[in-house]
């Protein structure tokens, strides 16, 4: 597989098509369409401390691609909303009923902010999100068994709340069967996560899951096991590198995250501009992940994303 050098940022800050309804996220935009469906166009920004910080050439093609490649080898553990994927950036999926909660999942000790395990355990915390941990672990080690670590979404009104899950379940935030079926899937979709990268020479360290409800199933959503959502070390590294206290070799957006820590930034007044180097290092960091995953070469659409896109949508029917 030949190594990939992306070319110059093409700026995918934004979409517009001919269409109701739009609503702008962090890193990605939606519109509804008839029957249930949902058009997800994912862009090129890049957020961090939940601010979009940066743009990174073709990391909106690269999350969409592997997304669906890691839906479409978990559909097995529980269904997904993913329809269709008719361009690099876009997906149309089944609109679902959102559970408001965020299903996040740790295999390590790690992170830098206020929400991660190794933050909170370095602030002096012992019992973090309701789980006891013990004296004398060191950052990015191992934890004998993964460990969940749920908070509410950004829709619920308390973005990265830490909850426990008794207060999940007491305060009704997610039906309590609902809530253990997610337990479940999570818990079994990380194992297959862990066991894929383990194949590949990674670690996958932590991770997200958002699940939604359609037609009153349980289902999958969002993005799953990315370089967005998901945190990736280099396998082979990774021992040396703990053992003398440095920090693993990344392949996600936790290198973009330290680099603004670094410059003494994490979320307030005006950030620092990312220098283009470093973009396209992520760039190439990202379809490097992308590759050593899936095992397939990326090749970018580079046509014009505005005018692809809506090309593309026309031709398959999705828009006028």
Known sequence: MKPFTPAPPTDLDTVELPLPGKFQGKVRDMWPLDDGRRLIVTTDRQSAFDVVLATIPFKGQVLTRLTKWWFDHTDDIVPNHVLSMPDP?????????????????????TGVTKTALWYNYDQGQRNIYGMDFPDGLRKNQALPVPVITPTTKAEA????EKLTRDEI?????????????????????????????????LILVDTKYEFGDVDGQLTLIDEIHTTDSSRWWLADTYP????????????DKEFLRQWYADQGYRGDGDPPLLPRELAERM????????????????????????????GRLRGAGIIE
């Open 89 to 109: 950036n876009v997906i149309v999926a089944r609109d679902a009923k959102v559970w408001p909660v965020e299903m996040v999942i740790r295999g390590y000790i």
């Open 157 to 160: 009104g308390g973005h990265d």
């Open 169 to 201: 379940l007491e305060r009704e935030i997610v039906p309590r069967d609902v809530y253990l079926a997610m337990e479940d899937a999570t818990r079994a979709l990380f194992a297959r996560g862990q066991a894929v990268a383990a194949e590949r020479g």
């Open 240 to 251: 040396d590198r703990f053992a003398a206290g440095e920090s693993p070799d990344t392949f």
């Open 283 to 310: 760039s190439r960091m990202y379809i490097d992940a992308y590759q050593r995953i899936t095992g397939d070469t990326f090749v970018p659409d580079e046509a014009p994303p505005a005018e692809r896109i809506t």
